[in-house]
């Protein structure tokens, strides 16, 4: 086999062999750790430095097999002209300075510091000075990428990078920092710790695929470096907290490699030596899974070959399994003591190896520890696979066309809900007629979300705080101004000083002399620059119809082309939500049948193309109430809630008491006629099967109320009456009523 040296040209790649194959350059026998092209032209290995230095973005080394001609491969020139500058990762000082600046300002959560005092047993000593701190939200990480690009250079430094010219915080997960030390206690790299149990727990901080951002590397930990030179004793175990707190524990110096997939056993053997040139001694400290899991045994097998040119002598700690998995979980036993540890010299601890017999089970391929930042490939899914690495696989940015192999591989996050039934990067709704307190009623929801305090509903203690982006097409600002300042004579000057940050208001705007339209692409880019500024969760356009200058609104390909589609593009580019306030129209316009979610004025697209689409209607005869419905959601419905407005506070509130009860029990015995007509669907049905369908269902209403009800139904347009007796839900004019049989 000729391996050449260096690559002269950029190659169009073929695809990968499937299943295990055997690698061409360490011989290892893997389906992921080393892969081979099928026409043989390259290799990579995850084992076996390479003479260039040259790796792929998962850390495996680039081998040349064959050349271009034996390859029968074409130069791909078009790739090499449009290669953009290679970003060269950050020197040690810099990166030390940028991330302890960054942990610095950020706070370690209670459920984060409970987790390292309670769980891994960190001492509170060591959990200060580790510098642990919890992710910040997106908002906040925008925040801080800002602030520190005002005092450093973040040009190379893994986890920034920059957009739409402006510097930002790579937010891949919620969790906390793991930084990671050299010898000389810099840091040199973070992982976040993920919240919750989702494999691979641990991630790099990194921003490969982003402008100017860069690549993490998997450095090693450095735990203690003054004892490994004093004692000429090191002990060597996998994952950076788990080395933090072997040390705090044992009172030893430790390095720590990312995990046992994750190093070149050689690398690593030079590197310890070259930095501790007297060590005399070192302990392997890994975990005890080496006794069911091949991949982790073949693994420690390679390490422990990398020493065997060393003037060093070298042990394995074993210990009782049902003390625990890794070491530190020994050493935060209370039941355990280091007494517990066995030191294993290499030797002896090579024939116990050998002698260890695993099953090739699907339960042994896969397995994965704490702290190992690699993600294995379980026996199930042996198939082929495209080079993604992990920053990709848990923050794709490019996800169009690919294979279910891929996409199933992918670490998508639940869109965060920012208000009852509307995540992130969706469109909701709410239809009503005029003069009913629309406005009203969505500005008490913002101040109040804004303000930290619920707004049920809509709003509820887990939802809030959040910040809102208010777009007001209808009010002047002057009279925007004074609706809100007496809203907030009701809020404690702790909710005024919330509030004051946490909402943005665009009203009664001009943009060259013509008022904002969000139909106008450079007005919509206007807004979306100010969204991506302030970072909102929530985005209010109110009304559509004072802000989106339509060509025709009732043309469903106009509507989703012009409004929806530019919406949903502002909402997923911001990470916001966004809430359309519309006016009602008449149900006989458009929609073959009296659906609450299409009662919005023209196109039927505005209420197929929302997420949640709420209703706000006046009662009748009820001084000035109104009901709140939700007509279409994904989830849990809320029953309808009756609102009253106190003029003197421009605030609403639930309507309590017997009349409230009755106003329930009368618009359900409506809404409840309304939906047994509705179920068929267009077909006409007798006043004989609404009453037999009501008793069915346990309901008792009187002839009279029953009379009530239907005539209230024809006259607001709820219910048509084709014939005698037969009551139906609108239809277009065109179509024939059919009538029951």
């Not at 997960?173 to 976040?192: A, H, K, T």
């Not at 008490?444 to 959040?466: H, I, T």
């Not at 985005?539 to 989106?548: F, G, H, K, N, Q």
Request: charged share 25%; aromatic share 8%; proline share 3%.
């Amino acid at each position: 086999m000729r391996i050449l040296k260096s690559k002269p040209k950029q190659y169009v790649q073929s695809k990968f062999k499937k299943g295990v194959i055997t690698c061409h350059i360490c011989g290892t026998k893997t389906d992921w750790h080393c892969r081979i092209t099928e026409d043989e032209g390259l290799a990579y290995c995850s084992f076996k430095p390479n003479a260039s230095g040259k790796t792929d973005k998962d850390g495996r080394y680039e081998y040349i097999l064959k050349t271009s001609s034996e390859r029968n491969l074409v130069t791909n020139t078009k790739a090499m002209e449009e290669k953009k500058p290679e970003i060269v990762k950050a020197n040690a000082e810099r990166l030390n300075k940028v991330y302890s600046a960054l942990l610095e300002n950020l706070q370690l959560e209670k459920n984060h510091a409970n987790k390292l005092l309670d769980e891994r047993g960190l001492s509170d000593n060591a959990i200060a000075n580790n510098l642990y701190a919890s992710v910040p939200n997106k908002s906040g990480a925008h925040k801080i990428a800002q602030r520190l690009s005002r005092s450093f250079n973040l040009e190379g430094v893994p986890g920034f990078y920059v957009e739409n010219n402006t510097w930002r915080l790579n937010r891949m997960n919620s969790g906390f920092y793991v930084p990671y030390r050299d010898e000389q206690g810099r840091i040199v790299g973070l992982q976040i710790r993920k919240d919750g149990n989702d494999k691979p727990k641990y991630l790099w901080l990194s921003s490969s695929y982003k402008e100017k951002g860069v690549s993490s590397g998997t450095p090693l930990h450095f735990v203690n470096p003054h004892l490994i030179k004093q004692e000429k004793t090191v002990y060597l175990t996998e994952g950076a907290l788990k080395a933090d707190v072997i040390a705090d524990r044992a009172g030893v110096g430790v390095v720590a490699i990312a995990g046992v997939y994750a190093t070149d056993s050689q690398s690593l053997v030079d590197t310890i030596f070259d930095v501790f040139r007297n060590l005399e001694k070192v302990v392997l400290a890994f975990d005890m899974d080496w006794q069911e899991n091949q991949n982790v045994k073949d693994s420690l097998l390679k390490i422990l070959g990398g020493f065997n040119e060393r003037n060093a002598s070298v042990f394995v700690a074993t210990w009782d399994r049902a003390l625990g998995k890794g070491l530190d979980d020994v050493l935060v036993n209370p039941t355990s003591s280091f007494e517990d540890i066995e030191f294993n010299p290499a030797e002896d601890f090579l024939n116990m190896l050998n002698g260890v017999e695993i099953e090739d089970s699907d339960e042994s391929i896969g397995q994965e520890t704490e702290d190992n930042e690699q993600e294995i490939v379980t026996a199930e899914d042996k198939t082929e696979y495209s080079v993604l690495d992990e920053e990709f696989i848990n923050d794709p940015s490019n996800t169009f066309g690919i294979t279910w192999a891929d996409f199933s591989r992918i670490k998508f996050n639940n869109p965060e809900k920012v208000m009852l039934g509307l995540s992130r990067g969706n469109i909701g709704q709410l239809v009503a007629s005029t003069n009913v307190g629309k406005t009203t009623l969505m500005l008490n929801l913002a101040v109040s979300a804004c303000s930290n305090r619920a707004f049920e509903p809509l709003f509820n203690e887990q939802l809030v705080p959040k910040r809102i982006m208010y777009i007001d097409g209808e009010a002047t600002k002057a009279e925007l101004q004074a609706d809100l300042k007496k809203m907030l004579e009701t809020c404690s000057p702790a909710q005024r000083e919330l509030l004051k940050n946490n909402l943005c208001l665009i009203c009664d705007e001009e943009l060259n002399d013509e008022p904002l339209d969000l139909v106008n692409p450079a007005h919509l880019q206007k807004v979306q620059e100010k969204a991506l500024s302030f970072q909102p969760d929530l985005i209010v356009v109110d009304t559509l119809s004072a802000l989106a200058n339509m060509e025709d609104e009732n043309d469903n390909a106009k509507v989703k082309k012009e409004v929806i589609q530019p919406l949903k593009t502002l909402a997923r580019k911001s990470n916001s939500a966004v809430l359309i306030l519309h006016h009602s129209g008449k149900f006989t316009e458009g929609s073959p049948q009296a659906i609450d979610a299409y009662k919005g004025r023209g196109a039927s697209a505005f209420g197929a193309l929302s997420r949640v689409v709420l209703n706000l209607k006046e009662v009748k005869n009820s001084n000035g109430k109104v009901v709140l419905s939700c007509s279409k959601v994904k989830g849990d419905k809320f029953e309808n809630v009756f609102f009253e407005l106190d003029q003197s506070t421009r605030w609403f509130k639930i309507a309590n008491g017997k009349d409230a009860q009755n106003l329930i029990e009368n618009e359900t015995n409506y809404e409840q006629v309304i939906n047994i007509v509705r179920e068929h669907r267009g077909k006409a049905v007798k006043r004989k099967t609404i009453v037999e369908t009501l008793l069915a269902k346990g309901v008792t209403i009187s002839n009279p109320t029953l009379t009530r009800i239907l005539e209230k139904a024809v006259k607001n347009g709820d219910l048509i009456q084709p014939t005698y007796g037969f009551y139906s839900t609108p239809m277009n004019p065109e179509n024939e009523v059919a009538l029951e049989n």
